[in-house]
T-cell receptor
């Protein structure tokens, strides 16, 4: 099992450009999450999907959109990137009756 | 709303010395507590969790943590650290019970550096 995979690993964008971060899990988990990690601030939840077909805002959703494409895939879209969105983005998933979240390796995004 | 405070942003320690990483939380409801570790340029990995029962929880790599409800703390300890324990450690909390997709609230992280 690959677990949680994320693409790309690194990305540099110019202000105003758009992009989609991809996440997939092969553990048959119901729930998936997107976090951003900034120095000294820990991880903050952007959006989550409790189950296929549902998505909800987390703590810092502004400037982002998500799509739960199917049970395996959960993508994060930046429509018009801003320098404040420079961060490391992590995708995670968790299964029914499991309180552990499994994390992907992260995407390091720089917006200039 | 919940919050998590990790009291030390950086902890330097020599190899084979004991270490304690401190975590305090605030919540108006019962909680589950977690410690995650992040090695350089990697994702987060679960070290241990407290859901219920014994307040002393043992995890991977020789780490343990003690849940103290009266002090709202969940400090992480290891009696003898190795160079390979150098990493960033995150404390996290979520509401107890309810659905299993509960959202995690993370602390700011503690960077543990083990020196030879």
């Amino acid at each position: 099992n690959a677990g949680v995979t994320q693409t790309p690993k690194f990305q540099v964008l110019k202000t105003g450009q758009s992009m989609t971060l991809q996440c997939a899990q092969d553990m048959n988990h119901n729930s998936m999450y997107w976090y951003r990690q900034d120095p000294g601030m820990g991880l903050r939840l952007i959006y989550y999907s409790a189950s296929e077909g549902t998505t909800d805002k987390g703590e810092v959703p502004n400037g982002y959109n998500v799509s739960r494409l199917n049970k395996r895939e959960f993508s994060l879209r930046l429509e018009s990137a801003a320098p404040s969105q420079t961060s490391v983005y992590f995708c995670a998933s968790s299964g029914v009756n499991s309180y552990e979240q499994y994390f992907g390796p992260g995407t390091r995004l720089t917006v200039t | 709303a919940q919050s998590v405070t990790q009291l030390d942003s950086q902890v330097p320690v020599f190899e084979e010395a004991p270490v304690e990483l401190r975590c305090n939380y605030s919540s108006s409801v019962s909680v589950y507590l977690f410690w995650y570790v992040q090695y350089p340029n990697q994702g987060l990995q679960l070290l241990l969790k407290y859901l219920s029962g014994s307040t002393l929880v043992k995890g991977i790599n020789g780490f343990e943590a003690e849940f103290n409800k009266s002090q709202t703390s969940f400090h992480l300890r290891k009696p003898s650290v190795h160079i390979s324990d150098t990493a960033e450690y995150f404390c996290a909390v979520r509401n107890a019970g309810g659905t299993s997709y509960g959202k995690l609230t993370f602390g700011q992280g503690t960077i543990l550096t083990v020196h030879p």
